[in-house]
């Protein structure tokens, strides 16, 4: 995995969002992402947004948003994050196209990581088979149940495999994403994030 660079690149992350996406499944860790900067406030990460067609997506309870690409017509990512929410878990699961993109997205990035039910949807894909992963504590038991190859972890807010991460419900993805600022770039980095956000989360 990346580290602390003496001059850092800006790392290429991309958020997919889907109708009915949990909103702060991916604003979370959009707003991390997008505060982690240098001390001359060189930002570290850039963050892209990416629907299935590019088209404009209604996340949970309504709030409308247009995304910066399509899954097909978007750039090479270090980092792809799959949200969770009632569209992960009960409709892009069930999109085969949705599937094969992500598992050839796997062997293409850096990390993928997934925030709350959008474990799921890796599990799904077969990418967390003999891995640990986490989940909504409301859903853990379907991922254990459905996914029997999956090692599932409860009471922790994140799980680290490495290549693949995955974090517990909602708020959780806030700490993952620290958790990556942490380990891409350094400590520091993330509690002056955790600072500017004003959150009470330990790295």
Known sequence: MPINNDLPERYQVGILLFDEVEVMDFAGPF????????????KLFQVHTISPDGQQI?????LKVQPDYAIHHMPA????????????????I????IIEWIQTQSQQVKLL?????????LAEAG???????TTHW??????????????????????????????????????LALHIVKEWVNIECARTVIKRMDIDIEV
């Open 31 to 42: 707003e991390v992402f997008s505060l982690a900067e240098t001390v001359e406030k060189q």
């Open 58 to 62: 209604s996340a949970r309870n309504g």
């Open 77 to 92: 990512l270090d980092i792809l994050i799959i949200p969770g929410g009632y569209g992960a878990e009960e409709i892009i």
């Open 94 to 97: 069930h999109d085969p196209v």
């Open 113 to 121: 990581a997934s925030i709350c039910t959008g474990a799921l949807v």
């Open 127 to 133: 990418l967390l088979n003999g891995l640990q992963a």
């Open 138 to 175: 409301m859903d853990l038991d379907r991922l254990q149940h459905d996914y029997p190859e999956v090692i599932v972890k409860s009471g922790v807010k994140f799980v680290d495999q490495g290549a693949i991460m995955t974090s517990a419900g909602i708020s959780a993805g806030i700490h």
